[in-house]
T-cell receptor
Framework: ETGVTQSPTHLIKTRGQQVTLRCSSQ?????VSWYQQALGQGPQFIFQ???????GRGNFPPRFSGLQFPNYSSELNVNALELDDSALYLC????????????FGEGSWLTVV | GQQLNQSPQSMFIQEGEDVSMNCTSS?????WLWYKQDPGEGPVLLIA?????ELTSNGRLTAQFGITRKDSFLNISASIPSDVGIYFC???????????????FGQGTILTVHP
């Protein structure tokens, strides 16, 4: 139990639709990062939020966007869904933008059909 | 995206045997982390290493941060059936300190333990 909670756990969307995934960080952790994990692969860094601002981004297009709220919870939004967006989306929290001990939630399984 | 080179890709062992897996990178990292992931769940942090040369244990698990900061290994002693899962290495904090909090993952080692 890492204290990082994500919702929903599973969802199915149609190509072209938009999706919002949510994350509550571990108590006291002010930094949230999002990762995409395709089947059989390691997680890939999407972006990090610190103090409600994006603080680093991986190699993902602008249709992947996020928000962080004053209570440190976060949302990942993906517009114009493509079939290849089907993956496990993981939220991770840490203390501070330089926090090196990073804890993951259980993930949200997204299937795009 | 960039990934670390993790080996072996899979291991089939008997209960009670020791296991060793390693991870190498072309880049220097300031932190190495080892995670275990069970099917359908998020990665669970096993061991975090913060200093080159550091050797850290967590029960039957031992991990080392390579002296060059470009590699790490994880050993599991006396394996048990519940050790089954996918093990990932991850590096954080490339030289320059601009990417703390961003983890770069290996491709994972699938461990199967036969009773």
């Amino acid at each position: 139990e890492t204290g990082v909670t994500q919702s929903p756990t599973h969802l199915i969307k149609t190509r072209g639709q938009q999706v919002t995934l949510r994350c509550s960080s571990q108590s006291g952790h002010n930094t949230v990062s999002w990762y995409q994990q395709a089947l059989g692969q390691g997680p890939q860094f999407i972006f990090q939020y610190y103090r409600e601002e994006e603080n680093g981004r991986g190699n993902f297009p602008p249709r992947f966007s996020g928000l962080q709220f004053p209570n440190y919870s976060s949302e990942l939004n993906v517009n114009a869904l493509e079939l290849d967006d089907s993956a496990l989306y993981l939220c991770a929290s840490s203390l501070g933008a330089s926090g090196n001990t990073i804890y993951f939630g259980e993930g949200s399984w997204l299937t795009v059909v | 995206g960039q990934q670390l080179n993790q080996s072996p890709q899979s291991m089939f062992i008997q209960e009670g045997e020791d296991v060793s897996m390693n991870c190498t990178s072309s880049s220097i990292f300031n932190t190495w982390l080892w995670y275990k992931q069970d099917p359908g769940e998020g990665p669970v942090l096993l061991i975090a290493l913060y200093k080159a040369g550091e050797l850290t244990s967590n029960g039957r698990l031992t991990a080392q941060f390579g002296i060059t900061r470009k590699d790490s290994f994880l050993n599991i002693s006396a394996s048990i059936p519940s050790d089954v899962g996918i093990y990932f290495c991850a590096g954080s904090g490339n030289a320059g300190g601009t990417s703390y909090g961003k983890l770069t993952f290996g491709q994972g080692t699938i461990l199967t333990v036969h009773p």
